[in-house]
């Protein structure tokens, strides 16, 4: 069987896949290969289909999407509605509720054209980072598609939100027509090696002086096979959050490893058995948390501000990995946070 070239294969050596780190992530036992194949292996080159979901507002599906340092998480193609009824931004839905999830297939890509026909699936996961393929997705349901050139909307029920209460969204459109190039078990080398894969990760988090914390769970992985050390960085996305105060309970026994290790962090001090909280949220950052693979320890996010807001502000978490063969770190995932005034 040979890889038809109408779309390209990874570039180890020159792209995210090079470093060691991201290879062995995007290759891991129980990882499998797939791409279009020429007509004597199946799909026909003058065939092939090809759908996609944005992971960022510029991605115009090509893979990798061309922001491999930059937010992949958060796709705006991807939302989460309180009715059928498509909204204009997306929530984060009650627990218990019925909430819609709403997904954009945009045809045609650039490696394929026609009618794109196959189904939209969707997963979640509890918030966090380096989310690990397919152990830690539970999935939602799925629709039938057929995406014809141009914008398709369609959406997917969620009845009876469970009680974690935040969550990572993942969109996988399958198609026959439009496989996956490949596939391994890191979320975050999936999504932005294959156009067919979105991951939504965004939180709205009520703040004010007459509000009390808004705590969020955010959730570590480390999808290697051997123990690895990540950190958790900050990174404010426009102004800083004015009065704001940020707090990360460890837990004890990650607490205990962090500590272990030196402690290491940038604009942090420590506060408490477990915790640490955040003093300057343009730099923070709590470095070389030893994460087992198989294990997800789930941190607390404590939010709030004391000072009255003015209009919404950002914040996003991020978990990245060890430094790779390039001397680079990359980001394996993260999470959005808004910051919206306290309604009245």
Same mark, same amino acid.
Request: aromatic share 8%; net charge positive.
């Given at each position: 069987?040979?890889?038809?070239?109408?779309?390209?294969?990874?570039?180890?050596?020159?792209?995210?896949?090079? +470093?060691?780190?991201?290879?062995?992530?995007?290759?891991?036992?129980?990882?499998?290969?797939?791409? =279009?194949?020429?007509?004597?292996?199946?799909?026909?080159?003058?065939?092939?289909?090809?759908?996609?979901?944005?992971?960022?507002?510029?991605?115009?599906?090509?893979?990798?999407?061309? =922001?491999?340092?930059?937010?992949?998480?958060?796709?705006?193609?991807?939302?989460?509605?309180?009715?059928? #009824? %498509?909204?204009?931004?997306?929530?984060?839905?009650?627990?218990?509720?019925?909430?819609?999830?709403?997904?954009?297939?945009?045809?045609?890509?650039?490696?394929?054209?026609?009618?794109?026909?196959?189904?939209?699936? +969707? $997963?979640?996961?509890?918030?966090?980072?380096?989310?690990?393929?397919?152990?830690?997705?539970?999935?939602?349901?799925?629709?039938?598609? #057929?995406?014809?050139?141009? !914008?398709?909307?369609?959406?997917?029920?969620?009845? #009876?939100?469970?009680?974690?209460?935040?969550?990572?969204?993942?969109?996988?459109?399958?198609?026959?027509?439009?496989?996956?190039?490949?596939?391994?078990?890191?979320?975050?080398?999936?999504?932005? $090696?294959?156009?067919?894969?979105?991951?939504?990760?965004?939180?709205?988090?009520?703040?004010?002086?007459?509000?009390?914390?808004?705590?969020?769970?955010? /959730?570590?992985?480390?999808?290697?096979?051997?123990?690895?050390?990540?950190?958790? +960085?900050?990174?404010?996305?426009?102004? &800083?959050?004015?009065? /704001?105060?940020?707090?990360?309970?460890?837990?004890?026994?990650?607490?205990?490893?962090?500590?272990?290790?030196?402690?290491?962090? %940038?604009?942090?001090?420590?506060?408490?058995?477990?915790?640490?909280?955040?003093?300057?949220?343009?730099?923070?950052?709590?470095?070389?948390?030893?994460?087992?693979?198989?294990?997800? &320890?789930?941190?607390?996010?404590?939010?709030?501000?004391?000072?009255?807001?003015?209009?919404? $502000?950002?914040?996003? #978490?991020?978990?990245?990995?060890?430094?790779?063969?390039?001397?680079?770190? $990359?980001?394996?995932?993260? !999470?959005?946070?808004?910051? %919206? &005034?306290?309604?009245?």
């Amino acid at each position: 069987m040979r890889i038809a070239r109408n779309r390209p294969r990874p570039r180890a050596a020159r792209l995210l896949l090079g +470093a060691a780190l991201t290879a062995v992530m995007a290759f891991s036992v129980g990882g499998t290969a797939a791409s =279009a194949v020429e007509k004597d292996g199946g799909i026909a080159a003058n065939a092939r289909t090809d759908a996609y979901i944005r992971d960022i507002a510029t991605d115009t599906g090509l893979e990798p999407h061309g =922001a491999i340092y930059s937010s992949f998480f958060n796709s705006p193609d991807v939302k989460i509605c309180p009715t059928a #009824v %498509e909204c204009a931004t997306s929530i984060s839905p009650t627990v218990g509720s019925t909430v819609h999830i709403f997904g954009k297939l945009r045809v045609p890509g650039p490696y394929g054209s026609g009618i794109s026909a196959g189904t939209l699936k +969707a $997963y979640y996961t509890t918030s966090g980072g380096a989310a690990v393929w397919p152990t830690h997705w539970t999935p939602i349901g799925s629709k039938p598609v #057929v995406a014809a050139p141009g !914008v398709t909307t369609a959406s997917i029920e969620w009845p #009876v939100v469970p009680t974690i209460g935040h969550f990572c969204l993942l969109l996988r459109w399958e198609s026959p027509t439009d496989p996956m190039l490949f596939e391994g078990s890191a979320t975050s080398i999936n999504t932005q $090696y294959n156009n067919n894969i979105a991951w939504k990760n965004a939180n709205t988090v009520p703040a004010g002086p007459n509000v009390g914390p808004a705590v969020r769970p955010y /959730a570590l992985a480390n999808p290697l096979a051997a123990p690895a050390r990540y950190d958790l +960085a900050f990174r404010p996305l426009g102004e &800083p959050l004015p009065g /704001a105060n940020i707090v990360v309970d460890l837990g004890p026994e990650l607490f205990e490893r962090w500590r272990a290790a030196g402690g290491q962090g %940038e604009g942090i001090r420590v506060v408490g058995r477990s915790a640490v909280q955040i003093v300057d949220p343009a730099k923070a950052q709590i470095k070389a948390l030893l994460i087992n693979p198989d294990e997800r &320890p789930v941190l607390s996010i404590s939010f709030s501000t004391s000072q009255e807001l003015q209009r919404p $502000y950002q914040l996003q #978490v991020v978990q990245v990995g060890p430094v790779n063969d390039d001397g680079r770190k $990359y980001d394996v995932g993260g !999470v959005d946070y808004t910051f %919206e &005034p306290a309604k009245r």
